[in-house]
């Protein structure tokens, strides 16, 4: 009966001139397959050039946070300037921090290709500059101008993914680029004790300038889509200061600078309870509530617009990225530390110890990256890739003098593979959960968490790491200053003290940084359940789904619909949003083949176009 019931339906279609069922789907098919033939996505050898050129350029970004660790040392003999240590890394945070929000807001205005290689030539100069630095505080500066750059490229090339392949190539996409990337942060550290110990510290930059060429050359020379459709210059430039929201800048700026000074003074140059650090933070909370007023009235066009920050999977996926940040941070500082102080290695051998982070890493990263273009969901991943590195952590704080080989292989390679699955899935979460004209701004407050994140995570490792320190010197060898043993620093102490209190030294070290471990098992427990929050919904797109959720579709500006917070329709929005995206580009593209097209694409049996072929046939 049913069967019948469908080849009378199919012969009422037939006689009111509507498609079939079946002619239904072929002309969706056609509808997807010709809108994304005419929105120029990459593809091909093209888009293998700009994955590879965005994949070195964000490793780059990521190497320029860590290699200096390795080379602080010998920068401050050269220098004589022990008492700026923290700003030699801090600085670079403090200029990715500060411009980073500002950098969403550039994007949506300005061509997003040259926008990017602006960005990318101003981390070139700081870095030139760091690399010839003749004085510690040039080098600082040096240092703040590679983090202005710096902080445009992670959010540059997720967006430039976004405007270069079709949506369901893009967690793999970003997985390649992301888990290419992580080796910059692990492998730092040995690049920068190779170049160190075997040549000069000013190559740990010098480096980023040949480097950077390949990244530069593909990026010059093929054309990258833009994502939204923009005005020209000469209508942006002169309501500059309303389009960047420059009021909202000119609030959330020294809100950083003085959280992040509060941050880097405090137990260094002055005690916490000092009034210089009080008044940093009291200052930066009341620009902050300042700014936060200001946000709030602009609505869609502030720095960071209200209405994308009030959804819920943009937040849990903000508050997940700071954590997996920041105990990938504190992993990345505090195992070498673990390898050279209570192992003995030296900092070449510590880096090739940490292999056993960097492969599992990769390949989870990756490989997640890959299998969730075929699953569709992000918390599976989050949650499970939460549940490794909450293993591995756990693991961490059992690391004692004695601990075997085999033990401390282990732990790397639950905790890194754990880190690779769930590194990327804020981003991906993010992707889904905006409109195209909102996804530059999403992704610059993403990337802020991961810069805001380590910058004042890794201070409070820093400052605790330290106390404890001292606090377990004491109890294990209490015939020794712990300052004597402070000041040689984590690989010379064996030189400073007698033989027999050695292993006390090294209880002391393994103990202290154990209370750090924990400090990074509690992120990952946050991770864990953040990662519930980062949306239930399947990201896959069908066949013919973008064209048809286009039908009704409506928003301001092409933005996404609702703001009351609500994701039930987040991946529904931005597929619409994809596909005005995508009518935009293609509007005026129209060509004589369209006789041809109708011609091909009609329906027989009479009757006037459906609403259905119409749209077809704009799309061939």
């Not at 190497?63 to 602080?72: E, G, H, N, R």
């Not at 959960?433 to 991961?450: D, G, Y």
Request: glycine share 10%; proline share 5%.
């Amino acid at each position: 009966m049913e069967k019948l019931r469908s080849i009378e339906l199919d012969e009422q279609r037939d006689r009111s001139g509507a498609p079939s069922q079946e002619q239904q789907q072929h002309l969706e098919q056609q509808i997807a397959d010709g809108n994304n033939a005419k929105i120029g996505h990459l593809s091909g050898i093209k888009l293998g050039l700009v994955i590879t050129s965005l994949s070195l350029s964000v490793f780059l970004v990521l190497l320029d946070s860590s290699v200096i660790s390795t080379a602080i040392p010998k920068i401050t003999d050269d220098f004589h300037s022990l008492k700026d240590v923290g700003w030699y890394a801090s600085s670079y945070q403090l200029g990715s921090a500060v411009l980073q929000m500002l950098t969403g807001k550039v994007f949506n205005h300005f061509n997003l290709k040259w926008s990017y290689i602006v960005f990318f030539l101003i981390f070139e100069v700081g870095s030139a500059l760091s690399g010839a630095a003749q004085t510690s505080a040039m080098l600082i500066i040096s240092r703040t101008i590679s983090g202005v750059g710096a902080s445009a490229l992670i959010n540059g090339a997720i967006t430039i993914v976004s405007a270069s392949a079709p949506i369901e190539r893009r967690p793999a996409l970003t997985g390649i680029i992301l888990g290419f990337s992580q080796l910059g942060v692990v492998i730092g550290p040995l690049i920068g004790g190779a170049f160190t110990t075997g040549y000069t510290w000013r190559w740990c930059f010098y480096i980023n300038l040949p480097l950077g060429l390949i990244v530069a050359v593909p990026l010059l020379l093929i054309h990258i889509p833009e994502q939204i459709p923009k005005r020209p210059p000469r209508e942006v430039i002169p309501q500059l200061h309303k389009h960047l929201d420059l009021v909202g800048f000119t609030l959330f700026a020294p809100f950083i600078v003085m959280l992040l000074l509060a941050i880097q003074f405090g137990g260094n140059q002055f005690a916490w309870d000092s009034s210089q650090v009080i008044g940093l933070f009291v200052g930066s909370g009341v620009t902050f509530l300042v700014w936060v007023v200001w946000n709030y009235r602009k609505g869609e066009d502030g720095l960071l617009p209200f209405p994308i920050l009030k959804r819920r999977i943009v937040w849990m996926s903000g508050l997940y990225y700071t954590c997996m940040c920041s105990s990938l941070i504190g992993c990345s500082y505090f195992l070498p530390i673990y390898f050279q102080a209570v192992k003995g290695v030296t900092a070449i051998m510590s880096g090739v110890y940490t292999l056993a982070t960097i492969v599992p890493q990769v390949i989870g990263a990756v490989g997640s990256g890959m299998v969730i273009g075929k699953t569709g969901f992000v918390p599976p991943f989050a949650v499970g890739g939460s549940v490794f590195f909450i293993i591995g952590a756990g693991l961490y704080t059992t690391l004692q003098p004695g601990t075997p080989t085999a033990n401390w292989v282990g732990y790397q390679i639950l905790s890194g593979f754990g880190r690779g699955l769930g590194f990327q899935m804020s981003i991906i979460a993010t992707q889904h959960a905006v409109s195209a004209q909102e996804l530059s701004a999403a992704m610059a407050f993403i990337v802020w968490c991961q810069y805001m994140g380590p910058s004042i995570f890794l201070t409070l490792f820093n400052t605790i790491f330290d106390t404890k320190l001292v606090h377990f010197l004491r109890q294990d060898v209490p015939t020794v200053n712990p300052q004597v043993i402070l000041s040689a620093g984590a690989t010379n102490f064996r030189k400073v003290v007698p033989a027999n209190v050695i292993p006390g030294v090294l209880k002391a070290y393994s103990d202290s940084l154990d209370i750090v471990f924990y400090m990074v098992l509690a992120l990952s427990f946050v991770c864990f359940f953040a990662g519930f929050g980062m949306g239930f919904k399947d990201i896959r797109v069908k066949p013919g789904q973008a064209s048809t959720k286009l039908v009704g579709s409506s928003g301001r500006d092409g933005r996404s619909g609702s703001n009351d917070g609500n994701d039930g329709n987040d991946e529904e929005r931005a597929i619409a949003s994809e596909s005005r995206e995508d009518q935009a580009r293609i509007s005026g593209e129209r060509t004589d083949n369209d006789s041809d097209a109708t011609a091909t694409i009609s329906v027989s049996g009479g009757g006037s176009p459906s609403s259905l072929e119409k749209r077809a046939q704009r799309s061939v």
